[in-house]
């Protein structure tokens, strides 16, 4: 059994996984931290699937991209859990797990985009592998136009991620028909947890201080202390 944590962007999710199906997952968006809203639901996730926190043999969370202060917030909060109960952790990229929601609809090219801010996106591409996804284009932080003139000039591509949702008209101007929006939910634990018990099983989880966050590109705070050196 593993628990699952996404606060990468407002739409917040924890999840309980056992043995490749989801047990619980609770739901959430949050305009602004989700420091109240994850530890509710963190123990309604519990409840639900009827289980005790010891009862659990691992951790899972979405280490980024998204929203820094949202990265931080969940981070912090499996990595308490983790020292406190000795739990492995696997840690995810909030862009596979939001692709891993494509895999099952057997769909050519899967475009997860996340809003960046500053004009910018987190995205990647990746194309079914079997059960797996083979990464196209390398996930990191990019100018919409930049990201979409990397995709293939041919075939259908699904986007989906509150990036694909802020860009919308400029990626249907660029790619037609072609393109194609996906109108699933945006919340992934499940898929975070669905991940991350499969890094455990093949011996990638991570002790808490090896745990990092994924940004792709400085905060606010860096960006401003990088000036001044």
């Known amino acids: 059994m593993l628990l699952a944590v996404d606060t990468t962007t407002r739409f917040g999710s924890v999840a309980v996984v056992g043995k490749g199906e989801v047990l619980a997952e609770v739901n959430y968006v949050s305009p602004s931290s989700h420091s109240r809203q994850v530890f509710r639901a963190v123990d309604e996730a519990?409840?639900?699937?009827?289980?005790?926190?010891?009862?659990?043999?691992?951790?899972?969370?979405?280490?980024?991209?998204?929203?820094?202060?949202?990265?931080?917030?969940?981070?912090?909060?499996?990595k308490a859990l983790a020292l406190a109960s000795g739990r492995p952790l696997a840690a995810v990229s909030a862009l596979e797990a939001l692709a891993r929601k494509l895999l099952a609809l057997g769909v050519e090219l899967m475009v997860?985009?996340?809003?960046?801010?500053?004009?910018?996106?987190?995205?990647?591409?990746?194309?079914?592998?079997?059960?797996?996804?083979?990464?196209?284009?390398?996930?990191?932080?990019?100018?919409?136009?930049?990201?979409?003139?990397?995709?293939?000039?041919t075939g259908p591509a699904t986007f989906i991620g509150t990036g694909a949702r802020l860009y919308r008209s400029m990626i249907e101007d660029r790619l037609g028909q072609r393109a194609i929006f996906s109108?699933?939910?945006?919340?992934?634990?499940?898929?975070?947890?669905?991940?991350?018990?499969?890094?455990?099983?093949?011996?990638?989880?991570?002790?808490?201080?090896?745990?990092?966050?994924?940004?792709?590109?400085?905060?606010?705070?860096e960006e401003k202390k990088t000036a001044r050196e």
């Open 112 to 153: 997860p985009m996340i809003d960046a801010r500053k004009g910018e996106v987190f995205a990647g591409a990746y194309r079914p592998d079997g059960e797996e996804l083979r990464e196209l284009i390398p996930a990191g932080a990019y100018r919409p136009a930049d990201f979409l003139d990397r995709l293939p000039s």
């Open 46 to 78: 519990l409840r639900v699937a009827g289980l005790k926190f010891d009862e659990l043999e691992g951790l899972a969370v979405a280490a980024g991209p998204g929203s820094f202060t949202g990265i931080r917030i969940g981070l912090s909060l499996v």
């Open 183 to 221: 109108n699933r939910s945006l919340h992934i634990a499940a898929e975070v947890g669905l991940i991350g018990q499969k890094l455990l099983a093949g011996g990638q989880g991570l002790s808490p201080a090896a745990l990092q966050p994924i940004y792709y590109r400085q905060s606010q705070a």
